[in-house]
């Protein structure tokens, strides 16, 4: 095997690879390391997505919301927008350019894109979804996302963005229902129903989610622990499918909590040290743990 690069590791891995048997370095509210306000709350993130895809980063949660049909959806983390470097709105259009522009670079990667719908107000979540449906259908017409709903071998979408769907799909632009994006469009729901669930939720029949994060950073930790220990259980469901594990949570804050967390993965001496992560997504990613996390893809 050749020297593993951040910016191609994904070279490495034989194209008959599925994604869920490749262990992914992800972000969690990927767009945010510029907000418009409060940034100790809403701030998830001191890169960019550009310089998250450099460093390693192959999962990106991207949270819109879209106010029309004529203007790319903005990037926002709740009801707080999103900013790019100059100070301007982030919006949908500019991670989609940051991500063409980064595969072009390095054609063996892939970069996934789950997609959110992240509106604030008290219109019928359908409105929402239909206004963003529009953009996203726009894109997959154009032939922007890989967009098919299931889990492709890594072959299949090398150089290609792979759009996940967290919102509810409406037609336009004559897009079908299995072409609009592996969908996961339950997550929130299934999850909040199940709040206090130990583990992992099962969602869409499509992937394992671990999204615990109403929880302060020691017990994050802990179920962290277990979640790792399952995956690497031969015969338990999130051993064999697409697992998602995220290591963010809100107390005391999403900065104050992932500094230890973090700090905690990198360190431990045996928790990363496993078969397999799956997709796992942290707050404040930094190049050393990006590593770290993509780097099993090789050792064990």
């Not at 203007?71 to 982030?90: A, F, K, M, Q, T």
């Not at 431990?268 to 190049?287: M, W, Y």
Request: proline letters at 4%; charged letters at 25%.
């Amino acid at each position: 095997m050749s020297i593993v690069s951040s910016t191609n590791w994904m070279k490495e891995i034989p194209d008959h690879t599925l994604i869920k048997d490749i262990n992914i370095p992800g972000t969690h509210d990927s767009g945010t390391k510029y907000v418009k306000k409060d940034p100790k709350q809403y701030q998830c993130q001191r890169l960019s997505i550009a310089e998250q895809m450099q460093i390693g980063v192959r999962y990106f949660d991207v949270r819109c919301i879209a106010k029309d049909l004529d203007h790319s959806p903005e990037i926002v983390h709740g009801s707080i927008r999103c900013l790019d470097e100059y100070g301007n709105d982030l919006n949908l259009s500019r991670l989609v350019a940051d991500a063409q522009t980064f595969l072009k670079n390095n054609p063996s990667e892939t970069l996934i894109y789950q997609i959110k719908n992240e509106h604030f107000d008290l219109r019928p979540t359908e409105e929402w979804d239909k206004r963003l449906s529009y953009h996203i259908n726009r894109y997959i017409s154009q032939g922007v996302f890989w967009s098919q709903n299931r889990i492709p071998a890594l072959g299949e979408v090398r150089g290609k963005i792979v759009l996940v769907r967290r919102f509810s799909h409406y037609k336009s632009h004559n897009i079908e229902e299995g072409q609009c994006g592996i969908d996961l469009s339950s997550w929130d729901s299934e999850c909040n129903l199940k709040r206090n669930y130990n583990t992992f939720v099962h969602i869409k029949n499509t992937a394992y989610v671990q999204d615990r994060y109403f929880i302060n950073y020691n017990e994050k930790y802990h179920l962290l622990e277990k979640a790792i220990a399952e995956m690497n259980t031969p015969g338990s469901p999130p051993n064999a499918q697409w697992a998602i594990c995220l290591s963010s949570c809100t107390k005391p804050t999403p900065s104050d909590a992932a500094s230890i967390i973090n700090d905690k993965l990198f360190y431990d001496p045996s928790l990363l040290n496993v078969r397999k992560l799956g997709t796992f997504i942290v707050d404040f990613a930094a190049e050393a743990l990006i590593k770290k996390i993509y780097m099993t893809n090789f050792t064990y």
